[in-house]
């Protein structure tokens, strides 16, 4: 542990101290149904919520912290907070602000290089914010001023620097044990939360390994953040979009004792022998596939003992034909106990997933009330631009999911599955599928262009499936949403007031196109693409705006309630510049943060090129999921824009608010490569 002030603060180092100080004295095989419940498992009693924690779908703690990544376990993105209001939020300034990595690091290496987006959301805890730094390290800092109060030590010194960015930490608990848990590279850390010096107890010296696949498949990676339910500790991992082989490694999840971190539980992401679900895979393909991790958050219900997990792709994640079947669990949301692992229950929420459709986003625990009913919900909001929503106790939808006939593979060897689920309510948040209604159509020139570029491709409704990119033919299949979304890890908001959630999403099409494998170097049969972003005419996008948006769904009925367009877009574009068009959206992906009265959003990462910003003339494959500058205040009710400011760089970070000695801070993390990430903390200024 060290203690020092930050370089972009005037504090001494005594008052970081004397900040220390104080802290450290306060203190069975069938083919399943899409829901099923495990016949050995109910579900767990109610118990006590664990310490150190808040219960989920709830406001935030009235204290003003914000204790968890997602502001609760349950994901809400929400604070009751109120200081900032529409009435004053125009007076809303930066406050403070502070670099991806502490000074200390870089006085160890002064060419220390980090990446550039730095992923972070801080929590702030008995008057602490922690997050993991531009190399995955914790630092422990002052929410009211950015000052340093501790960082953590690299294990080996200089030498164990190199390292990547993680989304956040989690905090526990007990009496006077108060602990900071943060997975970096193949660790699992406990540290003191006063202090930052390791929990020696816990693990080996403080750190659990997490290379628990095996040796000769990839090493462990993850960029999520842990979650804590009662005395446990979650983690899910990241796996390479690069498939070399149809075997692979699980993603597994692993579960360990908060106290100790001994190994406490393993789900297997893909059903190995004699477990529920391995008859989704023919011909025992369960046995050598890999891949399905949890490569998004988590969310769980404290008093439930339930863990929520939203299960990715399995290998290879657009061809399948050597692993038919509806492969469970890959693509699902699947419902643990959090003390056993044992699952509860699960929804699949694409078969036999060619799209990398994976459910991207921590789902939304919500109390909602449908048809008079109080219902323990929960939703999972999807790249195709859906929202499912289930009882979050029985895994029961609470509106019906249909079962509908979708578009079947022509490639070699793939067996589609026939139907696909789509939600019956809420309506999608987002254009759906690759068609001529959805081309654009701003003048006739720009519709023509657009449907010459359309027929070098596949085409059709959404689960049009990949296809072979073929010289002198279609180049594949134009896929949209994306396999960004429609939705993406940014995940929504939602009120636990109004029942109101806020979906951001994109409009961005991407060509899914595969070609034969190589047999010198894979024994798959087909392989990815190119994978492109596709261009419009122009430099415009091929599809109809807006190209960012937010859209306010009511959960009580699943109605719409408004959408808008979040950005300005390519309305300067030479091509539509005359026709002097309104707001179209940047397809940026930025968080949502919600609180009393306001919906804070940024515009998402700028992508940059060497020695400046892009120009929305440029090609689409270059600017495409590039955001903005802009970070705005939303009026809750309507979408109108109430606030904004320019900011160096996009919004890289989920936005989080908190209080600090009685004035309430918004606070988020921005950064590119023309500008050096940090945080940037605002307030209200006289």
Known sequence: MKIRKSPANSRTYTLAVMAAAILLLTACDSQPEEVASESTNTTPAIADVAPGSTSPGTPQDPAGEWAFYGGNNGANKYSALDQIDASNVNRLEASWRRPALDQYYTDLNPDQRFSANLIAAPIVKNGVGYYPNGVGLVEAF??????????Q????????LPGAPTRGVAYWSEGEDR???????TYLYALNADTGESILSFGNQGRTDLQLMPA?????????APVVVRDVVIVGQS???????KEAARGDVHAFDVRTGELR?????IPQEGQFGTATWQDRSWSYTGHAPVWALFSADEELGMVYMPISSATNDMYGGHRIGDNLFSQSLVAVDAETGDRIWH???VHHGLWDYDPPAAPILMDITVDGEEIKAITQITKQAFAFVFNRETGEPVWEIEERQVAQSDVPGEVTSPTQPFPTNPAPFDTQGATVDNLIDFTPELRAEALEIFENYVTGPLFTPPSIAVEGGTQGTIQLPGSQGGADVQGAAFDPDTGILYVPSITSPFVADILPGDPEVTNLTYVKGSRRWVAGPQGLPLFKPPYGRVTAIDMNTGEHLWMVPNGVGPVDNPAIAHLELDKLGVPGRPSPLLTKSLLFMGEGQ???????RIPFDMPVEIATNSGGFMFRAYDKTNGDVIWETELEAGTTGAPITYTHDGEQFIMVAIGDRVHSPEFVAFKLQD
């Not at 002052?142 to 960082?151: A, K, M, Y």
């Open 142 to 151: 002052n929410p009211g001023t950015g000052e340093t109060i501790w960082v």
């Open 153 to 160: 030590e690299p294990p080996g010194g200089a030498d164990g």
């Open 179 to 185: 602990r900071i848990l943060v997975q970096r590279g």
């Open 216 to 224: 000769e498949f990839e090493r462990y990676r993850w960029g999520g």
């Open 239 to 245: 796996m390479s979009d690069t498939f070399s082989n």
């Open 265 to 269: 539980w393993t789900y297997n992401t």
């Open 347 to 349: 929804y699949q929420m």
């Open 606 to 612: 700028t992508n940059q090129r060497p020695g400046g």
